[in-house]
């Protein structure tokens, strides 16, 4: 029988070359600072890239620094994100995450981050409530340039269709399957260009195969 690994490997590579031609293949560039990117990322959850943007900035001209916030009656953070949606559950973890980084780092710093083995890195993120595998990974690949891939539902859905990763794979799953097979300078080009294609080709709903450049390498399409 065929090595389901190098079935995989051979997937991924063509995969990426297929994306790479078709859009391009991005290059890193630093996000900012990356306590930013933390707090904005948790204001992304379950809303649009507009809200999240919007949420951010108010957020930022409501309070003076991140000391404001985390001073601040919870209510006054959540007004401030209110147009990111969810803001009661966001408002919280924000000021949490915040006060333990405060607590434990002595500063609003996350820049230490990227002297850590990605895993520790990644399991001292995720020990925050709201802060899964894809919002650590944003952190430290987008803002630390870290070898972190993130995994959200459009990276998901790509790559279980072409089977990448098995049909019914977690997002965790996904991103331990690409970590293991890829190496770490896809990673930035490779999530860039699958949140595109998911939001432009392979759609949840009626996507649109016959045009699509995986479509030869599909397991979705071919079954």
Partial sequence: MPDPDLIHITKLAEMY?????????PQWRS?????DELVMTILSQNTSDVNTGRAFASLKAAFPG??????A???????????GGLANQKAPRIQNALRRILAERGAFDLDWL????????????????????????IVLLFSLHRPAFPVDTHVQRVC??????PANASADRVMATVEELAPAEWYYPLHINLIRHGREMCKARN?????????EICAWYRA
């Fill in 17 to 25: 070359r297929r994306l790479g031609e078709r859009y391009g293949f």
């Fill in 31 to 35: 996000h900012g600072d990356a306590v």
């Fill in 66 to 71: 991140w000391q404001a916030v985390v001073d």
């Fill in 73 to 83: 009656p919870t209510e006054a953070v959540i007004e401030a994100i209110r147009s």
């Fill in 114 to 137: 990227a002297e850590l083995p990605v895993g520790e890195a990644r399991a001292w993120l995720t020990q925050f409530d709201g802060v899964g595998n894809k919002t650590a990974s």
């Fill in 160 to 165: 279980r269709r072409v089977g990448v990763a």
């Fill in 207 to 215: 996507p649109r195969c016959e045009k699509c450049v995986l479509n």
